[in-house]
């Protein structure tokens, strides 16, 4: 019997080990594009710093409450979602970064500055426990905004 043992052993370390990759894969909240350059020159002024913006969507179908959920950038930035934030199975919500009023397909940061730089960056979606969802980096000033699903 224990030769069955032995001959089951690489196939369980190979499910193992090829799980978490596929996890990964589809969050179910995924972040979905950064629009990291706000057009025109960056000098500031609530209608520019709004032209920066971040998507998320959900990639299931069930509504999932985003309450305590996070958004931060690498310098430390973090936007947390309010108790009343629930995003519906396929939608997308896009966080602004500077100020305005909430509601069901845009929530604001905000912020009086940008946050995400115009060069690089790494955008980080956690739930309230502190888990990592998803995470966007981009390393490119030529473009103004990168999709991260695409990738
Ligand atoms: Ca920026
Ligand atoms: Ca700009």
Redesign the pocket.
């Given at each position: 019997m224990r030769n069955i043992s032995l001959i089951l052993a690489p196939a369980v370390a190979a499910v193992l080990w090829a799980s978490p990759a596929a996890q990964a894969a589809t969050p179910a909240v995924q972040i979905t594009r950064i629009h990291y350059?706000?057009?025109?020159?960056?000098r500031g002024g609530n209608k520019?710093v709004n032209?920066e913006y971040i998507v998320i969507l959900n990639t299931t179908r069930k509504p999932i409450g985003l309450e305590g959920w996070t958004i931060r950038d690498k310098t430390g930035f973090v936007y947390e979602f309010g108790p009343d934030v629930v995003l519906g199975g396929k939608k997308k919500l896009v966080l602004r970064s500077g100020q305005g009023d909430d509601g069901a397909s845009t929530v604001y940061w905000g912020r009086r500055w940008y946050v995400w730089n115009?060069d690089k960056d790494t955008a980080y979606l956690r739930r309230a426990d502190g888990r990592l969802v998803d995470k966007c980096a981009y390393d490119s000033s030529r473009h103004?905004h990168t999709n991260c699903q695409e990738r």
């Open positions: 350059d706000s057009p025109g020159s960056d520019s032209g115009n103004d």
